[in-house]
Nanobody, 127 residues
Framework: QVQLVESGGGLVQVGGSLRLSCAPP????????MGWFRQAPGKEREFVSVITWTIGTAYYADSVKGRFTISREITNNTVFLQMNSLKPEDAGVYYC????????????????????WGLGTQVTVSS
């Protein structure tokens, strides 16, 4: 089972920025889509953003539109999440997720459709 590897989390002030990155070990696996979910204490893991690998179609949760940008680096098999204008409600553990299978547009937010996950990286937003 491929374990994705995230990096880039940390502590930032409200309004600040962070950039997360994620790649499969050795950057050798290939997926249909890669993206990010997050989980705050006591809450369900929720969809943040995903990008399809070949075409680069990006999807965002309404709560992050206009503030977060997902991108991918095909040569290094790496996905990035640029997070700007961070809010306290953005805090949580951010998990990288990937699907080797085709995802229909209306299911990109469904976490059970992703077969590969990372261990998560903590994002803390201080006010």
């Amino acid at each position: 089972q491929v374990q994705l590897v995230e990096s880039g989390g940390g502590l930032v002030q409200v309004g600040g920025s962070l950039r997360l990155s994620c790649a499969p070990p050795g950057r050798t696996a290939s997926f249909y889509a890669m993206g990010w979910f997050r989980q705050a204490p006591g809450k369900e893991r929720e969809f943040v953003s995903v990008i399809t690998w070949t075409i680069g179609t990006a999807y965002y949760a309404d709560s992050v539109k206009g503030r977060f940008t997902i991108s991918r680096e095909i040569t290094n098999n790496t996905v990035f999440l640029q997070m700007n204008s961070l809010k306290p409600e953005d805090a949580g553990v951010y998990y990288c997720a990937a699907s080797a299978n085709y995802l229909r547009d209306w299911r990109v937010h469904v976490k059970n459709d992703y077969g590969y996950w990372g261990l998560g990286t903590q994002v803390t937003v201080s006010s």
